[in-house]
């Protein structure tokens, strides 16, 4: 297996483990550090009580220690082996992840000092992690001894065994998998928040609240919006020849030839009517002027004390 497991889950983990147990041979890689927070890619370490340590930069490191004047090369080969063989082989590294861990048991393959393969014996079977698995990819298998060195790895527990699975890619899981995995506690949370709200849509509590009455305004502040918006605009004349209109109205039903009349006429049967001299109705029912606010006030009050007559 030649990722860090992210998609595994634990469950998958144990059921891995347990095929170990029963013969089987695991060869798989170091998660680093910079991975440890996620759970999955460490549960097969920690079962193993393996950590990762600081990554080495060897050429870095080569390329300080070298003196100034010196025109040596980083030369990348370096040459391992395992338990049981007599050969070394060749293998290239630019950086390795240090494998730490304090089981005696475990066979350790060592580069420039650092654990870069670990082989424990698990069970019936064997588990080999190794710091990472470049060697054996395509773009570099063909380096140096990295195919031979790679065929024994996997004939490390057996000469001839019977399969081999390679696993060579990371897949994420179905999105409904991923959530639940790494946030079920908000959709814990979403869930229970909308049974709530539907079981609130469903029941009613106490007696049905009654619709607010609208208030009506009365007729008289009607009156007064209208007479305040026509004044403002400068036309006092419709607000005073409406209430001539009403004047003109209520003398119509005593005189019933009061349209017909002259105006002269009109305001002799008017004065008669009301005790007011012709002159001031003239003024009153006829006269057309700009007028002050008082004024006004006075003229209408006027004209509603005749028709109140």
């Known amino acids: ?119 424990r014996v698990y069970g019936d079977g064997l588990i080999s992690i190794a710091s990472d698995l470049e060697f054996a990819e395509n773009d570099y298998i063909e380096d140096e001894d990295h195919a031979e060195f790679f065929w024994q790895l996997i004939h490390r527990k057996y000469k001839s065994p019977d399969n081999v699975w390679l696993v060579n890619s990371d897949e994420m899981p179905p999105l409904w998998v991923w959530l639940w995995q790494y946030a079920w506690q908000l959709i814990l949370t979403l869930t229970l928040l909308l049974v709530f709200w539907l079981y609130r849509l469903s029941h009613r509590f106490g007696p049905m609240i009654p619709s607010r009455e609208l208030n009506r305004r009365r007729l008289l502040e009607h009156i007064q919006a209208s007479g305040y918006f026509f004044w403002k605009k400068d036309q006092q004349d419709k607000l005073i020849q409406s209430s001539r209109e009403v004047v003109f109205q209520k003398l119509g039903t005593l005189y019933p030839e009061w349209h017909q009349l002259s105006v002269d006429k009109q305001l002799t049967l008017a004065s008669e009517y009301s005790d007011i001299p012709e002159a001031t109705l003239r003024s009153l029912l006829f006269e057309n002027k700009k007028l002050t606010m008082d004024e006004f006030i006075h003229l209408v009050q006027q004209l509603e004390s005749i028709r109140r007559l």
Do not use: C, M
């Open 1 to 119: 297996i030649n990722t860090y497991r992210s998609t595994l889950s634990s469950k998958r983990i144990e059921q891995l483990i347990a095929w170990v147990k029963q013969g089987g041979h695991l060869i798989t890689i170091l998660a680093p550090d910079y991975v440890e927070t996620e759970k999955k890619t460490t549960v097969l370490q920690n079962i193993l009580e393996i950590k990762a340590g600081k990554t080495r930069y060897l050429e870095s490191e080569f390329l300080d220690k070298l003196e100034e004047d010196s025109k040596e090369e980083f030369d990348p080969v370096f040459h391992v082996s395992l338990q049981g063989l007599d050969k070394k082989y060749a293998l290239n590294f630019y950086q390795i992840t240090p494998i730490i861990s304090h089981n005696k048991a475990d066979e350790k393959v060592r580069v420039d000092g650092s654990v870069f393969l670990l082989n």
